[in-house]
């Protein structure tokens, strides 16, 4: 049950809404960063106790997955009341209360906002599936099926088999792109996405600062229903497109990825640009062409402020030249579009794992990714003890809760090892994260890094992101600067940032052994300090470690 909006924060008419660019944002699992009542499950008065921790990072705000009604088959990413709390997490008041805490500290606040589909215990579902007449009728995506009784078309789902469910109600089959209990929204009707912008303006009157949107490449399906053709071979790679899961197989042309998206986006950011400063960020879910997709939803500066993709969310850490393929393809598809860059999620392996868990120098390794990640040009999301150095859960079979990782195991083991509790205090009970019985284990292998170890070893990881943090806000040019490739060995990524009259030069090296390297003659850069590598400068030579890093002004 709703209640009326408390009154949205008093923003000032001379808001910055120009503050997303370049920002950090610190992504929060609710369920697993505090519990507060002992039941296991994190909540948001435990996000609101842990918020001063947040702030002392250095972050500019705070991205919060899914916190409403939901009977959780997906874990809150299957919505039943898009206007309320869902019981688990607290109420409207706790909320409001975290809000308010957020703003406090100087923190934005970004939610989620899952769009593309709703739980089938939405009453918009419940009404839709009485029958082919209703008011709701067409909310959905509804088809006859063939002839035979099959499904309309070959389309699949991302967590297994075909994504069309029979009702036998109505005699026909819904379209659910991800569980059968997440039927799909109908977007070719208007009333839908009406009602739809009409919750989004619920919660920027409660005084969210902005949302990330789900799936946003999801929510136009091909109106003639027509099939998707296999994927070509060229395109079929173990990183991008695991032949392990059968939606890989395929080319999502006309299940996701539509061009009709670009109609919605729009109407979207309309209403987002009626308040003072709220911004977008929005989930390509696509490997393959995600950055030109980021490109197209960024351009132009009325869709979307800024996206990912997950380009740099699977596979081993990225050659330099992979990297910078996928930074040029999203420049070439929007050279004014606004990218936002992360290396992990609540959707996939922590890249501590992918990245540095075979370097018998981990720590270096991630102490460049941080640093790479951080001045690239975009903005930024961290997600929840990454500062740390979290690895990826080992997670017992019997243990999993991911419907995705429970259908595919052993091939591929799901989200929940990237999910697990944020480790706080390594002595405590479940590390400070509860004191019930966690709804995932917490991991063994994260109490040698809780929070209260890093803050007592000299030189961590976590001081290693709150010092870069402090240096990125102190130098515009690396939140907001525009991005220029410098020449440079193969294993080392080289580039300028420039922005109001600050130059700067950036350079890191992706290999275990020495090098250097020579900036053009009239390029002699200023050591600057308080960024924590250890590069060096002679002239306009630049010498690097091993997994290391240069910054330096011009």
């Known amino acids: 049950m709703t209640t009326d909006c408390a009154d949205a924060a008093p923003q000032a008419a001379t808001a910055d809404r120009d503050w997303w660019r370049g920002a950090v944002l610190y992504q929060i699992y609710p369920r697993s960063f505090q519990d507060s009542d ?76 899952v769009l593309s589909h709703t739980s089938d215990r939405h009453p918009w579902f419940v009404e839709s599936r009485q029958s082919r007449d209703n008011f709701k009728a067409d909310w959905y995506v509804w088809a006859d099926p063939k002839p035979d009784g099959t499904p309309p ?19 026909q ?21 009406a009602a739809l912008l009409s919750d989004v303006r619920y919660w920027l009157d409660r005084g969210v600062d902005g949302f990330r949107l789900d799936t946003a490449n999801f929510y136009f399906h091909d109106r003639d229903l027509r099939d998707n053709p296999p994927l070509e071979a060229a395109l079929q790679s173990e990183v991008m497109a695991s032949r392990n899961q059968p939606y890989n197989w395929q080319a999502h042309i006309h299940d996701k990825n539509r061009p009709e998206n ?11 640009d009626e308040y003072p400063a709220a911004t977008s960020v929005g989930e390509v879910g696509e490997r393959i062409h995600g950055a030109e997709l980021m490109g197209e939803y960024t351009a132009d500066g009325d869709k979307l402020h800024m996206c990912y993709a997950f380009d740099f969310l699977s596979g081993r850490m990225p050659a330099v030249a992979d990297l910078t393929g996928t930074l040029r393809r999203f420049e070439a598809a929007a050279a ?41 040009r975009g903005s930024v999301c961290l997600y929840q003890g990454e500062e740390l150095g979290l690895v990826e859960a080992d997670i017992a079979y019997e243990d999993l809760v991911d419907p995705y990782g429970i259908n595919f195991w ?3 083991k799901g989200r929940d090892g ?17 004191t019930g019985r966690p709804w995932l284990p917490v991991a063994a292998e994260h109490k040698g890094r809780a929070v209260d170890v890093m803050e007592a070893e000299p030189d961590s990881l976590l001081d290693f992101y709150r010092a870069f943090l402090r240096f990125r806000r102190a130098h515009p040019a690396l939140a907001k600067g525009q991005m220029t ?70």
Request: aromatic share 12%; glycine share 8%.
């Open 410 to 412: 052993p091939e591929v």
């Open 262 to 272: 670009l109609t919605f986006l729009r109407e979207f950011r309309a209403l987002l």
């Open 153 to 171: 078309t070959n389309w699949l789902s991302v967590f297994g088999g075909s994504s069309w469910e029979w009702d036998s109600k109505r005699r």
């Open 38 to 113: 002992g039941d296991g499950i994190g909540d948001l008065p435990g996000i609101t106790r842990r918020l001063a921790y947040v702030a002392s990072l250095g972050v500019d705000g705070i991205w919060l997955s899914p916190f409403m009604t939901s009977p959780m088959k997906d874990f809150g990413y299957d919505i039943s009341d898009y206007r309320d709390v869902d019981p688990l997490f607290g109420t409207l008041a706790d909320f409001d209360a975290l809000v308010a805490e957020a703003h406090r500290l100087g923190l934005k606040v970004v939610i989620d906002q």
């Open 173 to 193: 089959y819904y379209l659910h792109n991800f569980l059968a209990s997440q039927p799909d929204l109908n977007f070719h009707n208007p009333d839908v996405r």
């Open 336 to 376: 004014d579009g606004w990218a936002c860059w992360a290396f992990s999620n609540h959707d996939v392996e922590r890249h501590a794992t992918r990245w540095a868990e075979d370097h018998h120098e981990a720590d270096k390794v991630l102490r460049l990714a941080a640093g790479v990640l951080l001045t690239l």
């Open 418 to 434: 990237c999910r697990t509790p944020m480790v706080w205090e390594a002595d405590a009970a479940n590390a400070g994260f509860s």
């Open 485 to 554: 490739f410098l020449p440079s060995p193969p294993a080392v990524l080289a580039f300028t940032r420039e922005h109001d009259g600050e130059r700067l030069v950036c350079a890191f090296n992706f290999d275990a052994a020495a090098t250097h390297f020579d900036l053009p003659a009239d390029s002699v850069p200023t050591a600057l300090l308080g960024h924590g590598f250890s590069g060096v400068a002679e002239g306009a030579q630049i010498r690097l470690d091993g997994f290391d890093g240069f910054i330096g002004g011009l």
